[in-house]
């Protein structure tokens, strides 16, 4: 605890080093508060407000003041301040990033000294950016980190150190989140295998465009589905206009893509398949009675079991 106030001590103590020599450049750069009548100025006051901020460790409203200012006047000192703020509330790679700009192009009143100070600074915060190291299964899984989308690196994420909150997910499978606490400089490896829901997956193709594909009596899209389901027997229906109804019963298994091409007849386009091999064997008879021709030259269509369409099964 003794340790913990020192540290809290040092810190305000460096702090308000900065601050006097920021309201210093605030007063070169006319933002002294004695005049008694000035012009309005609302970047200078802005400044002032972040200044006053500062001085009670109040950063998250002395980050919203500098930033008013650096955006109404663009100038060193406002961007060293929003460094400061920055590094108050624990942003260190934002910090860091700010300090960067800053030494890039700093006010002409700066010394030597204060910048050298300031790489120094600028040193120790680099070594308190912390790698995470991730590996998700499924690889194609969705990551969020502290609630924002991010993308898997080959070295890992840098993130500032302390708590943060990893999320991962991923369709057909039992989303996560996990909770992980950083010391500066520290590299940590998580290790995140998603639990499969066991449910299979139907992907089903019309030969016909805007054919409507229907799963169980709902309407899963048109032409084209790929969608995940409970493994199972499963009723296919797709409808087009001018064309016969396609009906199929299928099982999908869990963890496993039934892969579906249904060619669509158009209407009629049954009866004439089966016309054909009827026809010969009515000419055959044709002496026996003419009767029998008839009857299968003008037969209702062909049931709908008779629909054709291809399969194909495979990993998920």
């Given at each position: 605890m003794a340790k913990g106030g020192v540290m809290a001590r040092t810190h305000k103590r460096r702090t308000l080093?900065?601050?006097s020599w920021c309201m210093a450049l605030g007063l070169v750069c006319g933002a002294s508060s004695g005049l008694a009548q000035r012009a309005p100025n609302p970047a200078r006051d802005a400044f002032e407000r972040g200044i006053h901020a500062l001085e009670t460790q109040r950063y998250v409203e002395a980050l919203d003041a500098f930033e008013e200012s650096y955006r109404l006047r663009p100038s060193p000192v406002a961007q060293y301040n929003v460094a400061v703020s920055q590094r108050g509330l624990g942003r260190t790679r934002a910090a860091i990033e700010t300090f960067e700009r800053y030494l890039a192009a700093p006010?002409?009143?700066?010394?030597?000294?204060?910048l050298a100070q300031i790489r120094a600074e600028l040193s120790e915060l680099r070594g308190q950016i912390v790698t995470l190291r991730l590996t998700v299964r499924p690889e194609n899984a969705a990551l969020l980190v502290d609630g924002?989308?991010?993308?898997?690196?080959?070295?890992?994420?840098?993130?500032?150190?302390?708590?943060?909150?990893v999320e991962v997910s991923a369709e057909g499978f039992r989303s996560t989140r996990r909770e992980v606490d950083m010391r500066p400089g520290s590299q940590v490896v998580l290790e995140v295998a998603l639990?499969?829901?066991g449910l299979g997956r139907l992907a089903v193709t019309s030969s016909v465009e805007g054919a409507v594909i229907r799963v169980d009596g709902r309407e899963w899209g048109t032409s084209r589905v790929d969608r995940l389901i409970a493994p199972g027997e499963h009723q296919l229906e797709l409808l087009a206009p001018r064309y016969d109804v396609y009906r199929r019963s299928v099982r999908v298994e869990s963890d496993v893509?039934?892969?579906?091409?249904?060619q669509l007849l158009a209407e009629g386009a049954g009866t004439r398949r089966w016309l054909i091999p009827t026809l010969s064997v009515v000419g055959a008879l044709a002496i026996a009675g003419g009767i029998f021709a008839v009857v299968y030259a003008t037969g209702s269509p062909v049931p709908q079991q008779f629909a054709w369409g291809t399969f194909e099964l495979g990993p998920r």
């Open positions: 080093k900065v601050v006010e002409r009143s700066a010394d030597r000294a204060r924002r989308p991010a993308q898997i690196a080959p070295d890992g994420l840098r993130l500032d150190p302390g708590m943060h909150v639990e499969s829901l893509t039934l892969r579906v091409d249904a």
